[in-house]
C-alpha cells in the first residue's frame, strides 16, 4: 500500500490541516519554526508505530489550546488518512471480500482513544448481491404455481415458498437479511422433496441460497478484509535524532551481552546494524583474532570497500575511506580524507560526518530486510548538521531508497528545485491553526527555503525589479524583450521599470509569482492561451496570488477566447520562413503539411514535423527571430501586422502593471 494523503484534524496546533498529499518517494514541508510542521509529523506517526501498541492523546497536552474544553471526546478522529492499492493487492482484497472488487483507495483514521478506523467502500451495495437471488425466486414461483397445483403437498410447498419470498422481500441492509433467507429455504427443499419434485427446483433453491449465504457471510468477509489491511499498513518512524554509529568497540563484552539474561547495552543495536551494512559477524571476528589474522583482515578489509564504494555515491563533500580494524578484542572504524591521508578515528570526525554516516549505516541497516524495510519514514530537520553540499548528498541517499519519506525542513539544499511538486509549504495562522498547501503560499520567511532553491538570488535566468512580469518560458522572454526594443524607437515599448521574469514553464509560474509578491514587489502574470495556460491562471486565482486584473492572456491581443501562444502574434508566412530557414538540413528532401485546423502556430508544426519523424524545437525559431530583428532588415520578421499585435500585448502589460500599483495590495491578502 502507498500513503496518497493524510489531514490532521484537531491537534495540538492544528485545527485542520487540509489535505496533504504524499508522493510516492518524498514529501517535503517547509515552514517557520513553531509552525506546526513536527506536530504534522507526530499525528502520521501515531497511525503505526513500531512499538504497534496505539498512543493515547489526551486533552491536556493534545488538544489545541483555544479550544473549548466541552469539544473534547475521545472519539474525535484526529488523523485520516487515504492509501493506493496495487494490482496484485486488489486482486487479493478481492478474493478475501468480494465485494470490494475494483476497490483500489482505502480510508484508515484513528481517533484520539487508541483506535483505528478502515473505512472500505464496497464495488456493489448488499442489495445489489442479493437482487439474482430475487429473481430467481421470482422465477421458482412462477414455475412452481403451475407444476404444483394438483401435486400431493401442495398446499406445504406454497407455504414455505411463501416464507422464502416473504424474507426475499426484507430490506437488504444488513447480513441478517441473508441469515433470515437461508432458514427460509430449507423447509422449502423439504417440501419439494416430499412432493418429488424435479432437480431443477432443487438446483435454484441452491443458488438463491448461494446468494443468501454470500451476503449472510458478508461481516465476516469484511471483518477478514479489515483485519488484512490493518496488516499491511507499513510502520512509521518518527525520527528528529538519534545516536551517533560507535566508533570503537569491545567485542568479547558484546557477544557476552547477548547470552540470555544479560541486558543489552546502549549501542549494542547501532554496533548490530554496523555489522549488518558491513556483512560482519561478531563471533566470527571473535573466533579469527587470535588464530587466523590474513584472514580476518581480508574480511574486514572488504568491508570496509564495500562500505566506501557505496559512501563515495552519496558522500559528495570530499573523497573519503573507511577501514575497520579488528586489533586484539577491539573493532575500531577509520576513516581516511584522500586530501590529507590522515587515518581519523570515527569518533573523532566531525559532528556532521558523524550524524550523514550513522544515518547511511541506520537506514541501509533497517531498510535491507529490516525494520524499516517498507517502513514510511518521519524525518524532523534532517541534515541540520551538514554543510550545503553533504545535504545535497543526503537527498541522493534518500532518492536511493525504497521507503516513503516524508520530512520537515529550513534548508534550501534539502529541496530539489526539479521536485517543487512534491513540496508543501505550512503555515500557522491564529485563526485557523496550522495548514500546509501545495501552493507556495506563505510570508517571505516561510517562502525563503523555496526561494533560494529555485535560486532566486544566486542564477543569472531570474531578474527582479520593482515591477515584475512573470512569462511562462525563456522564448515568450526572447519574443517580447526583442519586440519590446524594436517598438522602443516609436516610444511603444515596455517601460524601463518593467522586468520581464521567465519561469521556466507554466507549472513554476505560481511559485515564482509567491516569491515575488512575498518580497513586496509588483507582479503581472503573462500566460499563453492553452491548457496549461487556463490551469496555472485557474491555480494563480484560486490561491489569491494576483488577480484577475493582474494577469494577460496572449490570446486576448488576437480574440476574446482565441488558443494562442506569444509566437501566434507572428505572421503565419514569416514563422514558416523562420521555421524552414532555422531547419533547412533536417528539411531537405522532405515535404511538410501544416494542418490550417490547428489553431496555435506552434502545435501546428509540431504536428507536421510529427508526421514526418522529426521534433520541432521552437527554440530554434525563436534564436533566429531575435538575430533577425537585431538586424537592419528587423521589419521582414516584425512587419505592421505584427508591430501592432506586440503594440496591443505591452499595452495590455501597462494597464495591469498601473493597476497592480495603484491597487498597493500586499501579498496573499483577500
Given at each position: 500500500?502507498?500513503?496518497?494523503?493524510?489531514?490532521?484534524?484537531?491537534?495540538?496546533?492544528?485545527?485542520?490541516?487540509?489535505?496533504?498529499?504524499?508522493?510516492?518517494?518524498?514529501?517535503?514541508?517547509?515552514?517557520?519554526?513553531?509552525?506546526?510542521?513536527?506536530?504534522?509529523?507526530?499525528?502520521?506517526?501515531?497511525?503505526?508505530?513500531?512499538?504497534?501498541?496505539?498512543?493515547?492523546?489526551?486533552?491536556?497536552?493534545?488538544?489545541?489550546?483555544?479550544?473549548?474544553?466541552?469539544?473534547?471526546?475521545?472519539?474525535?478522529?484526529?488523523?485520516?488518512?487515504?492509501?493506493?492499492?496495487?494490482?496484485?493487492?486488489?486482486?487479493?482484497?478481492t478474493r478475501i471480500y468480494p465485494r470490494a472488487t475494483g476497490v483500489a483507495e482505502v480510508r484508515i483514521s484513528r481517533t484520539y482513544a487508541p483506535r483505528r478506523i478502515v473505512?472500505?467502500?464496497?464495488?456493489?451495495?448488499?442489495?445489489?448481491?442479493?437482487?439474482?437471488?430475487?429473481?430467481?425466486?421470482?422465477?421458482?414461483?412462477?414455475?412452481?404455481?403451475?407444476?404444483?397445483?394438483?401435486?400431493?403437498?401442495?398446499?406445504?410447498?406454497?407455504?414455505?415458498?411463501?416464507?422464502?419470498?416473504?424474507?426475499?422481500?426484507?430490506?437488504?441492509?444488513?447480513?441478517?437479511?441473508?441469515?433470515?433467507?437461508?432458514?427460509?429455504?430449507?423447509?422449502?427443499?423439504?417440501?419439494?422433496?416430499?412432493?418429488?419434485?424435479?432437480?431443477?427446483?432443487?438446483?435454484?433453491?441452491?443458488?438463491?441460497?448461494?446468494?443468501?449465504?454470500?451476503?449472510?457471510?458478508?461481516?465476516?468477509?469484511?471483518?477478514?478484509?479489515?483485519?488484512?489491511?490493518?496488516?499491511?499498513?507499513?510502520?512509521?518512524?518518527?525520527?528528529?535524532?538519534?545516536?551517533?554509529?560507535?566508533?570503537?568497540?569491545?567485542?568479547?563484552?558484546?557477544?557476552?551481552?547477548?547470552?540470555?539474561?544479560?541486558?543489552?547495552?546502549?549501542?549494542?543495536?547501532?554496533?548490530?546494524?554496523?555489522?549488518?551494512?558491513?556483512?560482519?559477524?561478531?563471533?566470527?571476528?571473535?573466533?579469527?583474532?587470535?588464530?587466523?589474522?590474513?584472514?580476518?583482515?581480508?574480511?574486514?578489509?572488504?568491508?570496509?570497500?564495500?562500505?566506501?564504494?557505496?559512501?563515495?555515491?552519496?558522500?559528495?563533500?570530499?573523497?573519503?575511506?573507511?577501514?575497520?580494524?579488528?586489533?586484539?578484542?577491539?573493532?575500531?572504524?577509520?576513516?581516511?580524507?584522500?586530501?590529507?591521508?590522515?587515518?581519523?578515528?570515527?569518533?573523532?570526525?566531525?559532528?556532521?560526518?558523524?550524524?550523514?554516516?550513522?544515518?547511511?549505516?541506520?537506514?541501509?541497516?533497517?531498510?535491507?530486510?529490516?525494520?524499516?524495510?517498507?517502513?514510511?519514514?518521519?524525518?524532523?530537520?534532517?541534515?541540520?548538521?551538514?554543510?550545503?553540499?553533504?545535504?545535497?548528498?543526503?537527498?541522493?541517499?534518500?532518492?536511493?531508497?525504497?521507503?516513503?519519506?516524508?520530512?520537515?525542513?529550513?534548508?534550501?539544499?534539502?529541496?530539489?528545485?526539479?521536485?517543487?511538486?512534491?513540496?508543501?509549504?505550512?503555515?500557522?495562522?491564529?485563526?485557523?491553526?496550522?495548514?500546509?498547501?501545495?501552493?507556495?503560499?506563505?510570508?517571505?520567511?516561510?517562502?525563503?527555503?523555496?526561494?533560494?532553491?529555485?535560486?532566486?538570488?544566486?542564477?543569472?535566468?531570474?531578474?527582479?525589479?520593482?515591477?515584475?512580469?512573470?512569462?511562462?518560458?525563456?522564448?515568450?522572454?526572447?519574443?517580447?524583450?526583442?519586440?519590446?526594443?524594436?517598438?522602443?524607437?516609436?516610444?511603444?515599448?515596455?517601460?524601463?521599470?518593467?522586468?520581464?521574469?521567465?519561469?521556466?514553464?507554466?507549472?513554476?509560474?505560481?511559485?515564482?509569482?509567491?516569491?515575488?509578491?512575498?518580497?513586496?514587489?509588483n507582479v503581472v502574470v503573462v500566460l499563453d492561451s492553452d491548457r496549461a495556460g487556463d490551469d496555472a491562471a485557474r491555480e494563480l486565482l484560486r490561491s489569491k496570488l494576483i488577480?484577475?486584473?493582474?494577469?494577460?492572456?496572449?490570446?486576448?491581443?488576437?480574440?476574446?477566447?482565441?488558443?494562442?501562444?506569444?509566437?501566434?502574434?507572428?505572421?503565419?508566412?514569416?514563422?514558416?520562413?523562420?521555421?524552414?530557414?532555422?531547419?533547412?538540413?533536417?528539411?531537405?528532401?522532405?515535404?511538410?503539411?501544416?494542418?490550417?485546423?490547428?489553431?496555435?502556430?506552434?502545435?501546428?508544426?509540431?504536428?507536421?514535423?510529427?508526421?514526418?519523424?522529426?521534433?520541432?524545437?521552437?527554440?530554434?525559431?525563436?534564436?533566429?527571430?531575435?538575430?533577425?530583428?537585431?538586424?537592419?532588415?528587423?521589419?521582414?520578421?516584425?512587419?505592421?501586422?505584427?508591430?501592432?499585435?506586440?503594440?496591443?500585448?505591452?499595452?495590455?502589460?501597462?494597464?495591469?502593471?498601473?493597476?497592480?500599483?495603484?491597487?498597493?495590495?500586499?501579498?496573499?491578502?483577500n
Open positions: 500500500m502507498k500513503l496518497t494523503s493524510f489531514q490532521v484534524r484537531d491537534f495540538r496546533s492544528v485545527n485542520d490541516s487540509t489535505p496533504i498529499r504524499v508522493e510516492d518517494g518524498r514529501t517535503v514541508l517547509v515552514g517557520r519554526n513553531e509552525s506546526g510542521k513536527s506536530s504534522l509529523l507526530r499525528a502520521l506517526h501515531s497511525l503505526r508505530p513500531p512499538t504497534g501498541a496505539l498512543q493515547k492523546w489526551g486533552l491536556a497536552r493534545d488538544f489545541p489550546r483555544g479550544r473549548k474544553r466541552s469539544e473534547f471526546r475521545e472519539d474525535l478522529v484526529m488523523l485520516e488518512t487515504m492509501w493506493r492499492l496495487d494490482d496484485g493487492e486488489q486482486a487479493e482484497l473505512e472500505l467502500a464496497a464495488s456493489q451495495t448488499l442489495a445489489e448481491l442479493a437482487a439474482p437471488a430475487v429473481a430467481m425466486a421470482a422465477t421458482l414461483s412462477a414455475e412452481l404455481a403451475k407444476t404444483t397445483r394438483d401435486l400431493p403437498g401442495a398446499e406445504a410447498i406454497h407455504t414455505a415458498l411463501d416464507a422464502v419470498t416473504d424474507a426475499l422481500n426484507l430490506p437488504v441492509e444488513s447480513p441478517a437479511w441473508g441469515a433470515a433467507v437461508v432458514q427460509a429455504v430449507a423447509p422449502l427443499r423439504a417440501a419439494l422433496a416430499g412432493a418429488g419434485v424435479g432437480d431443477a427446483s432443487a438446483s435454484q433453491l441452491a443458488s438463491i441460497e448461494t446468494v443468501a449465504r454470500t451476503v449472510a457471510e458478508d461481516d465476516a468477509k469484511r471483518a477478514a478484509a479489515i483485519s488484512w489491511i490493518e496488516q499491511r499498513i507499513p510502520v512509521f518512524v518518527y525520527l528528529d535524532d538519534w545516536d551517533f554509529i560507535p566508533g570503537h568497540y569491545n567485542i568479547p563484552e558484546y557477544l557476552g551481552r547477548l547470552q540470555p539474561n544479560q541486558q543489552k547495552g546502549e549501542h549494542d543495536s547501532l554496533f548490530e546494524k554496523l555489522l549488518k551494512v558491513a556483512e560482519l559477524n561478531a563471533q566470527e571476528l571473535h573466533g579469527l583474532l587470535r588464530s587466523q589474522h590474513e584472514e580476518r583482515k581480508l574480511l574486514t578489509d572488504r568491508a570496509g570497500s564495500v562500505v566506501t564504494t557505496t559512501l563515495e555515491q552519496l558522500w559528495k563533500d570530499r573523497e573519503i575511506t573507511v577501514q575497520f580494524s579488528v586489533d586484539a578484542d577491539h573493532f575500531d572504524v577509520i576513516v581516511k580524507d584522500k586530501d590529507s591521508n590522515a587515518l581519523v578515528p570515527l569518533d573523532e570526525r566531525s559532528r556532521g560526518f558523524r550524524w550523514y554516516f550513522s544515518f547511511f549505516v541506520a537506514f541501509a541497516a533497517d531498510t535491507q530486510g529490516g525494520a524499516m524495510d517498507k517502513a514510511i519514514l518521519l524525518l524532523d530537520e534532517p541534515g541540520l548538521f551538514l554543510h550545503a553540499t553533504a545535504q545535497e548528498a543526503l537527498l541522493s541517499l534518500f532518492r536511493t531508497m525504497p521507503n516513503q519519506i516524508v520530512y520537515t525542513t529550513h534548508s534550501p539544499f534539502m529541496v530539489e528545485p526539479s521536485e517543487l511538486t512534491s513540496v508543501r509549504t505550512v503555515n500557522l495562522d491564529r485563526k485557523t491553526g496550522t495548514t500546509a498547501s501545495a501552493d507556495p503560499t506563505g510570508d517571505a520567511n516561510t517562502l525563503f527555503p523555496l526561494q533560494a532553491a529555485l535560486g532566486y538570488n544566486l542564477t543569472q535566468t531570474l531578474f527582479v525589479g520593482t515591477d515584475n512580469v512573470v512569462l511562462e518560458g525563456v522564448t515568450d522572454y526572447w519574443y517580447l524583450s526583442a519586440a519590446s526594443e524594436f517598438l522602443d524607437d516609436g516610444g511603444a515599448g515596455l517601460s524601463k521599470q518593467i522586468v520581464l521574469t521567465p519561469a521556466g514553464g507554466a507549472t513554476k509560474v505560481g511559485y515564482m509569482v509567491a516569491l515575488l509578491t512575498a518580497q513586496q514587489l488577480r484577475d486584473g493582474s494577469l494577460v492572456r496572449v490570446g486576448t491581443v488576437l480574440s476574446p477566447g482565441a488558443e494562442a501562444d506569444i509566437e501566434d502574434l507572428l505572421e503565419p508566412s514569416v514563422f514558416e520562413d523562420l521555421a524552414r530557414e532555422a531547419y533547412q538540413k533536417e528539411l531537405k528532401g522532405k515535404t511538410l503539411t501544416l494542418n490550417s485546423k490547428v489553431p496555435r502556430i506552434v502545435r501546428r508544426w509540431e504536428e507536421a514535423f510529427a508526421a514526418v519523424g522529426l521534433d520541432f524545437n521552437k527554440t530554434r525559431v525563436a534564436k533566429l527571430f531575435l538575430h533577425k530583428i537585431g538586424g537592419k532588415n528587423a521589419g521582414t520578421v516584425c512587419p505592421p501586422s505584427t508591430e501592432q499585435r506586440f503594440k496591443h500585448l505591452i499595452g495590455l502589460i501597462a494597464n495591469a502593471v498601473d493597476m497592480v500599483k495603484k491597487s498597493n495590495r500586499k501579498p496573499f491578502e
